[in-house]
């Protein structure tokens, strides 16, 4: 049994989802292989290299891989396909974008979002937003899987030694082109992977009151992200949603304010290990999954919170 | 232009789901239904870009029981033109919905398919992309800004950092995102209109596909639930439970 698990990079970086991608695939067992296409710096497949447990890097360095784009991605996968039993990616924009069309390429059906490995055929995903957990098994001949990255503790970035090989197929499809992105720039952790998280919702009332939560982020060295209805609003841009439809984030410390908990916002954190919810309104369903609730204007509660921590 | 959008029967997003006691599944007897949100969207986008003279006509196709006729009768009471039905199981798989669509596809010669990114049942976020594979076509997914010009259409994607944009090949599958447009209500007359409108009925079999699942359903549970919190009387009393109760600052 072998695993090929395709690999997130941004700015020749390795992203870090790709280690809970690769932990989910070490509960699975057998020989693990990750593909880095597009990576024209080389630093990408030297940081995979160097990921523990990882048995080999395949290297496919055409420019037609570089911005993951789907239509030359998935044939590449698809050239590699043979031999392995699972082929995983990270449920990020790239992986969800990708692995459906090779589990269509290859006649199989996909699991998306794992959070669980019952054993090689069989795992447990989130259904109806996480209201329910349905466990599947598959006879696949090929298992195509994405990966929720907070639901599997991230391996090791040191420690292996990994070859790194070349390898070619797919290419340029002339089907789709990039154009551009436009990415918001943060001094802060990145939101699925930052260790405490602080939310504004419609409570915010406007763009400009998020500045009092980066102050509080900035105190804890945490993420800011926001409800869908703070988003829709136009207060901060999409890449700050948390929710069913957004991100998903599970941290030590999630603090959200002004932040009502529908059932939406509710599938994209009520994993993380202590939740505080700061909301004048008491009835608030956000208390409900809360530790820790504090009925309170956040106008006031937030600057003396941030006075508090000193 | 011919635009075709696929439109999924779900329970009602505002209802909140119950596991089965014996955990197969979770209870659709009794329950609102309703369209997809995403697919929603699709339908809306669609109708505009019949009203800007880009599409001539837009088709609501809609895979599963009898009573996704009704799924489809809200596409068409919102200005889709016609509908089709193709009389599936409730819980058919993404791939087996694709394998369909293409079948739908090759008939009607959409020079569009706009689907919702995914749907609110099984959170799969699979069919658009796995029906673009089998088309061989363009995909743009998660789409908030869609602008077609010719035998091009420049989308805009949310993706995890912010906005990606990309220039995709027509004819193209295009999964919408929540941002992209905000659905228009049925009104009284057009429901009753809509009742008249052309809805044709075919079965799987009609259309040559194998849909049998490929996944097999071991449970269905519910998520262990949050052990309930306390409330704090003032900020000096929340940060104290962090630091030393929780540990977590």
């Known amino acids: ?310 | 232009m011919k635009v075709l959008v696929p439109v999924k029967r779900v329970i009602d997003y505002n209802v909140k789901v119950r596991v089965k006691a014996d955990q197969t599944g979770v209870e659709l007897a009794n329950v609102k239904m309703a369209m997809n949100p995403f697919d929603e969207i699709a339908v809306e986008q669609a109708l505009r870009l019949r009203e800007a003279g880009t599409a001539e006509e837009v088709v609501a196709v809609s895979i599963g029981p009898a009573q996704n006729q009704e799924t489809i009768r809200t596409a068409l009471a919102m200005g889709a033109d016609r509908g089709i039905h193709i009389e599936a199981p409730h819980d058919i798989e993404p791939l087996a919905v694709a394998k369909l669509l293409k079948a739908v596809v090759a008939n009607e010669n959409p020079g569009l398919v706009l689907v919702g990114k995914q749907a609110i049942d099984d959170d799969c976020n699979q069919t658009g992309q796995m029906l673009a594979a089998l088309l061989g076509w363009a995909q743009g997914t998660f789409v908030s800004a869609l602008e077609i010009a010719g035998d091009k259409a420049k989308v805009t994607r949310e993706v995890d950092g912010g906005l990606e944009h990309i220039e995709i090949k027509m004819p193209a599958i295009v999964t919408v995102d929540l941002r992209l447009n905000e659905p228009r209500y049925a009104s009284l007359p057009n429901i009753m209109k809509a009742k008249k409108k052309p809805l044709d009925s075919l079965n799987a079999a009609d259309l040559g596909v194998d849909i049998a699942p490929r996944l097999t359903i071991v449970k269905v549970e519910e998520p262990a639930a949050r052990a309930a919190g306390v409330k704090v009387a003032d900020v000096q009393e929340l940060v104290n439970k962090l630091k030393n109760e929780a540990k977590v600052i």
């Not at chain 1, 290297?59 to 050239?79: C, I, R």
């Not at chain 1, 899987?145 to 599997?152: E, K, L, Q, S, W």
């Not at chain 1, 999630?254 to 994993?271: E, N, P, R, T």
């Open chain 1, 1 to 310: 049994m072998s695993i090929l698990i395709l690999c997130d990079h941004e700015n020749g970086q390795l992203s870090p989802v790709t280690l809970n991608a690769v932990s989910a695939a070490s509960q699975i067992g057998g020989d693990m292989h990750l593909l880095v296409a597009g990576d024209a710096s080389g630093n990408v497949a030297k940081a995979a290299a160097s990921i523990a447990g990882v048995a080999k890097v395949l290297v496919a360095d055409d420019k037609a891989f570089e911005n993951g784009l789907a239509e030359n991605l998935a044939p590449l996968l698809q050239s590699l396909s043979a031999g392995y039993s699972h082929i995983m990616a990270a449920a990020t924009t790239t992986g969800k974008n990708v692995m459906p069309r090779l589990a269509a390429m290859l006649d199989v059906m996909q699991i998306s979002d794992i959070i669980k490995v019952v054993d090689a055929n069989s795992f447990q995903r989130p259904i109806y937003a996480g209201n329910a957990l349905s466990t599947v098994s598959s006879s696949e001949a090929i298992k195509v899987i994405t990966v929720r990255g907070t639901a599997f503790e991230a391996v090791a970035s040191e420690g292996g030694s990994a070859a790194i090989e070349a390898v070619t197929g797919g290419g340029e499809a002339g089907l789709s082109a990039y154009v551009k992105s436009e990415l918001s720039s943060s001094e802060r952790p990145e939101l699925t992977s930052a260790p405490i998280v602080v939310s504004g919702g419609r409570g915010m009332q406007d763009g400009a009151n998020f500045a009092m939560l980066e102050k509080v982020a900035d105190k804890l060295g945490a993420a800011v992200g926001a409800s869908r209805a703070a988003v829709d609003a136009g207060f901060v841009p999409n890449d700050y949603q948390v929710g069913q439809t957004g991100k998903v984030v599970a941290p030590d410390l999630y603090i959200a304010v002004g932040i009502s908990g529908a059932i939406q916002h509710l599938a994209g954190m009520k994993d993380s290990k202590v939740i505080v919810a700061i909301n004048k309104d008491d009835e608030a369903p956000i208390f409900q999954v809360a530790d820790y609730g504090l009925v309170a204007d956040l106008f006031d509660a937030v600057p003396a919170l941030e006075q508090e921590l000193g």
